[in-house]
């Protein structure tokens, strides 16, 4: 490490004592690489380390989190998407050196771009009048991610101007942009006002899209038009002798779930202190205990349940509802737009959405279901692979909406609780052998 050479000893030593150090284990287990990190604790750390990881589409099947004092301990078993260990050099460093930063800030390649946020009322067809004013306004889409929940949208996406390449930084343009979406977005009967934002700023999108939809309230809402088979199970209550507030969440396994819930809790305000994640076969059960930032635990009936709702909508928000679609072809201007329209006038609702650009090709994900949220019909999904091109837009996964599928769900949820006891166990017995309680039984 190279010093800056105005620092002084002192400032030196708090550095390393504060820095976080990570090891990297691939003979402890024979199914997964570890990754242990200790660290001076901080509030949202725990959240970088998951962020790391999860942005390197890595599967975290078991963790366990630990803070004694002012200290921060984890260990994370985690793999590829297909299951393998980690072993490759250059993902191994990239991970030691990101999780051993002590600023967690990272741009994500969108320098020279400009940001634009939506939220509003979600409704057939929206996305394709989205796409369909930004290519009237010629701003060309890099990059984008598009989450539906409640009946609510919220979309980050990443522009530049069709004609210099360059980030939209005009006042006047960028005030053009914010009123014709706002437009958009409000429709004809939105009792919520539509918000855009237009920004230089550069964000980790997911956290952002989770703050967007936090901040929208997505979570007061019932669901209007789809039939949530997986709908997370999450359960708070108080440890009042040790002063904490203990959640367990229940729900189907999936990548980028312990980011959701941990980024949800952060920007809650709330400091995970210990913490069992387990998941078998397709089930996850995770176990947090939690206080707020000055110290104390959840205090009211009301906060109980503003948690739990938060937690659910934070699963939810980025469940793949219908079939995922695939579309990767030569970029153009208005290819979006032209796409989702396609999608609109055939009766097909975007759930959500993620867009990339690489190399002037367009790498375009999206889940679709009919227009009241029930699985498409395949005839209708060929004919839009006809129109778009078969070569160019894939079926990559059918949604799995069934009634055999949620009764099985319905009666794993008996298991699911007494192995949410034995996590519990788990970091009881934990914190009895760090001395912090008397007794684990």
Partial sequence: MEWHACLDEYEKLVIRMTTPRVV???????????VKVDSARRHGILLDAVQVLTDLNLSIKKAYVSSDGQWFMDVFHVSDLNGNKLTD??????IEQSLETTDPDRSHGFHGLTA????GTDRVGLLSEVFAVLADLQCNVVDAKVWTHNG???SLIYVKDCNSGSPIEDSQQIHGIEARLRNLLKGDNDIRSAKTSVSMAVTHTERRLHQMMFADRDYERTPVLRQKVDSPVVTVQNWAERGYSVVNVQCKDRTKLLFDVVCTLTDMQYVVFHATINTAADKAYLEFYI???DGSPISSEPERHRVIQCLQAAVERRASEGVRLELCTSDRQ????DVTRTFRENGLNVTRAEISTTRDMAQNVFYVTDAIGKVADPKIIEDVRQKIGLGKLKV???ALVYDEKAEREEQAVGVGGAVLVSLGSIVRRNLYNLGLIKSYS
Avoid: F, M, Q
Wanted: charge should be negative; glycine fraction near 2%; aromatic fraction near 2%.
């Fill in 24 to 34: 990297i284990d691939n003979a402890v287990c024979p199914t997964a690489t570890l």
């Fill in 89 to 94: 050099e250059s993902v191994i460093s990239y």
């Fill in 116 to 119: 634009l946020e939506l939220t």
């Fill in 152 to 154: 609510r949208i919220a």
């Fill in 291 to 293: 206080k707020h930032i």
């Fill in 334 to 337: 208005g290819l979006l737009a």
């Fill in 396 to 398: 990559k996964e059918l």
